[in-house]
């Protein structure tokens, strides 16, 4: 199959780029940065490098492909609150400006990385499941969800084939955030660093977090299915900054400099989600368990 990856430069973006050309396919990448995967991945059907609001660069690189994994996203959770303007119109505005290229040039099969940490909000049970109310706390998960709609309302509307999925804390080898997101990425480079690592509270914030390789299985599990309705993607576990922070430590063999940092207002206490429904609808379980998994990441760090 001939796949579209916008955003294929970034953490999930280049693992999932090498999982599709070992499953066979080819692959194009859109991104406004794209040398570091041209060099990883020389293979690939072709780079086009441009900002997610070049609609005309947009249009040229969707021709002759089947599928898009949408994993663009020009704001994080922690900064999005600042400047919600430019999160609406440079997310969901081009968003929907792709939506409708792909209705225009009949391309019907769509991927997007929605998130399953910030679109629910404060939670009334865990772990959090796809019908729980979202109610997000910063424009990141707003306009998330937003995507979400729009996304569906094309499916009714257009007949396109869409899929979502809401992964919880993804972390892995190559992530490298220098503290903007990725807590597990950024402690491991603080640490090797020998810098402090700055936290948001008192540590007590509890988190789902799953690792590179099973989000990318979901992914590809994705293209072949037939439901359209959001899908968690987490370990469907809890484990707190504080208690990562340990773990890191003792596989490191390294103690850890912590300063704790007055709370912020729209950080969630503890989000755990339920990852039943990624079971049932696409075959999915996650395979590396939170200890396998910072091993294998501190090794390759």
């Known amino acids: 199959m001939k796949i579209l990856v916008l955003g294929g430069s970034g953490f999930i973006g ?4 090498r999982a599709l050309l070992d499953h066979g396919h080819q692959v194009r990448v ?3 940065d794209v040398r570091s995967v041209s060099q990883q991945f020389p293979q690939l059907m072709g780079v086009v490098q441009a900002d997610f609001s070049d609609v005309m660069s947009l249009t040229e690189a969707m021709i002759g492909v089947e599928l898009v994994f949408h994993l663009i996203s020009t704001s994080v959770p922690a900064t999005s609150n600042k400047n919600p303007v430019f999160d609406i119109e440079s997310n969901l505005v081009n968003t929907v400006r792709l939506l409708e290229s792909m209705r225009t040039a009949d391309l019907k099969r769509i991927v997007y990385l929605s998130s399953g940490g910030t679109v629910y909000g404060n939670p009334v049970n865990l772990p959090i499941s ?3 109310t979202t109610n997000p706390t910063c424009s990141y998960g707003i306009v998330k969800l937003a995507i979400e709609k729009y996304l569906q309302m094309y499916a009714e509307l257009y007949q396109l084939e869409v899929s979502i999925l809401r992964p919880s804390n993804p972390y892995g080898p190559g992530q490298t955030h ?5 807590f597990i990425g950024t402690c491991i480079d603080k640490i090797n660093a020998g810098q402090p690592i700055h936290i948001w509270g008192d540590g007590s914030v509890v988190r789902d977090y799953v690792y590179i390789d099973d989000v990318v299985n979901a992914c590809i599990l994705s293209m072949s299915s037939d439901y359209s309705g959001p899908i968690n993607i987490s370990s469907g576990e809890g484990f707190s900054l504080n208690q990562i922070l340990g773990l ?3 596989y490191r063999g390294k103690s850890v400099d912590v300063v704790y940092q007055e709370k912020r207002s729209f950080d969630i206490p503890e989000v755990i989600l339920d990852n039943s429904l990624a079971k049932s609808v696409l075959g999915w379980t996650p395979q590396i368990q939170i200890d396998h998994g910072l091993q294998m990441t501190l090794k390759s760090a």
């Open 30 to 32: 859109f991104d406004r």
């Open 248 to 250: 890191l430590e003792q």
């Open 130 to 132: 796809e019908s729980h």
């Open 178 to 182: 220098k503290g903007v997101q990725g």
């Open 14 to 17: 280049s693992a999932l780029i």
